[in-house]
């Protein structure tokens, strides 16, 4: 029996139940709300979507579904919008309230989640406009970890991991530019899925760097998050940064043979605990069958260097360029810092830049020859929010120090839980490869996770059926609860 207080979210435990008959979307959804109101101002969202419309919504599924009818992938699944992606009739607000304004279409992928049956919940807080990787730069609040409320939670987007984390909605949308998608995945303990540049529209999309935004996924399982990529994947022709997907998705789940490439070179910031977790994840995968490459690192890191010194900052500062000047103070302090920099650089840096990221691609392309995919620390450590707070601007460019340098090299990655560091805060993963090997990564972290054997999220539940996990016609629950602590 699904419990309404407790009862996992996942799209195999609800659309196994929803294809037995025993549990209505309407239930489901309601057990959301209630959920959400018990856990009160915590910052997670900037604005709900009335309980009763939602409610409709599911009911609306309900009366159209025939006995005979397939499940469309996403039925019934409630889900939560980082507030810089449209979402029609609702304010977009970016963490901005000056700067809001009411979409009256939604953004591209949204339309294609909702057309798939999942249910649109809320809007949720992140770093304004998206600038920031640490969860503090909002004027509706700060996110508090799950698991030690007194710790980031990651950004930008932190709302949206911390909706999954704590089973208040089954996935999440975010966005990811230099690791907003990852970085929070990986202080929560959910999965954080970066697709290939331009498989995700971003039409709908509040720009940070244009050329570079990914809109991202959160949620709880590997498979979940593909199930969600299958559906948003697809060029949209108002997006001149869309692109077809050249691989199709697929779940093998076997990771022998596979070389993985680790760097040279890591540094952890001093956190022996955070190197340790690491460690355990490489060794991990040797015993699933994977053969580790040792790689030079510094290319990767070379080119994550540009992302803030240099002149992508320009095109933060391109995309918002005529709300920076007529808004006057409205901006949160350190956002209006690192946007107004990219005034700082002329188009003479701009071809200088270009022509340092090209060397480097061409340094990088010859690491893939030797590997399958790159593993890397998410972060190299964690902070609490005290100490980003004084330090907003060292600590952030600190934690995106494994994250900066893949959307620049037109790389694709999944942040997957990798464990748990004193005091119970959570370290994670990320697998990297090349561009449209996304499939790739979803199988490799898809048995990545399984091994593991980490709860999911925030929440008291574990998989036990890995290998029916991705069978939505079973009416078997794959969660089970977990009485140990964070680390079990």
């Not at 018990?38 to 309900?62: K, N, T, Y």
């Not at 995945?185 to 935004?213: E, H, I, Q, W």
């Not at 089970?480 to 964070?486: C, M, Q």
Request: glycine fraction near 10%.
């Amino acid at each position: 029996m699904w419990d309404p207080l407790t009862g996992c979210l996942t799209c195999t435990t609800l659309h196994g139940l929803y294809e037995s008959g025993a549990l209505l979307p309407e239930t489901v959804i309601d057990a959301v709300y209630s959920r959400i109101s018990a856990r009160g101002d915590d910052h997670v969202w900037i604005s709900l979507i009335p309980r009763q419309e939602a409610m409709a919504r599911a009911a609306r599924l309900s009366a159209i579904r025939t006995a005979s009818e397939a499940l469309p992938p996403l039925w019934g699944l409630p889900f939560a919008i980082k507030d810089n992606i449209d979402l029609a009739g609702v304010p977009t607000t970016a963490a901005c309230p000056a700067y809001a304004y009411l979409p009256d279409r939604s953004a591209t992928v949204v339309e294609r989640l909702i057309g798939a049956g999942a249910i649109p919940i809320g809007k949720t807080n992140l770093d304004q406009f998206a600038t920031g990787l640490a969860g503090v730069r909002s004027p509706y609040g700060v996110p508090g970890n799950p698991f030690n409320p007194a710790y980031i939670t990651g950004g930008s987007s932190s709302g949206s991991a911390v909706a999954v984390a704590t089973g208040l909605v089954s996935f999440a949308l975010g966005t990811d530019t230099a690791g907003s998608g990852r970085i929070p995945a990986g202080f929560c303990n959910v999965v954080g899925l970066k697709p290939t540049r331009g498989l995700v529209p971003t039409v709908g999309v509040v720009p940070a760097c244009r050329s570079l935004d990914c809109v991202s996924i959160f949620a709880l399982t590997i498979e979940d998050a593909a199930a969600v990529l299958s559906v948003a994947t697809g060029p949209d022709p108002q997006d001149a940064y869309s692109r077809p997907m050249a691989r199709r998705l697929t779940m093998h789940r076997t990771t022998s043979g596979c070389r993985f490439g680790i760097p040279n070179h890591l540094d952890f910031l001093g956190d022996v605990e955070a190197a340790h977790l690491f460690n355990q994840a490489v060794a991990r995968l040797e015993a699933m069958g994977g053969r580790a490459v040792v790689i030079d690192f510094a290319p990767f890191s070379e080119a994550g260097q540009l992302l803030y010194d240099g002149p992508w900052v320009a095109e933060r500062l391109a995309a918002l360029e005529t709300f920076v000047r007529t808004s006057g103070g409205a901006r949160h302090p350190i956002t209006h810092q690192v946007i107004a920099g990219g005034a700082a650089y002329s188009a003479v840096d701009t071809f200088r830049a270009f022509d340092r990221l090209q060397r480097i691609r061409a340094q990088t392309r010859q690491v893939w020859d030797r590997i399958d995919c790159l593993i890397v620390p998410t972060a190299p450590t964690v902070y609490r929010i005290d100490a980003v707070e004084a330090e907003p601007i060292r600590l952030n460019t600190c934690l995106g120090l494994y994250t900066n340098f893949v959307n620049l090299l037109d790389l694709a990655a999944i942040a997957v839980p990798g464990g748990f560091r004193p005091p119970g805060i959570p370290m994670g993963i990320t697998l990297v490869a090349p561009a449209f090997q996304d499939d790739l990564l979803v199988d490799l972290a898809s048995a990545f996770q399984w091994q593991s054997g980490l709860r999911l999220g925030a929440t008291n539940h574990t998989a036990l059926f890995p290998l029916h996990s991705r069978d939505r016609r079973s009416t078997r629950e794959p969660c089970a609860e977990e009485e140990s602590g964070p680390s079990a």
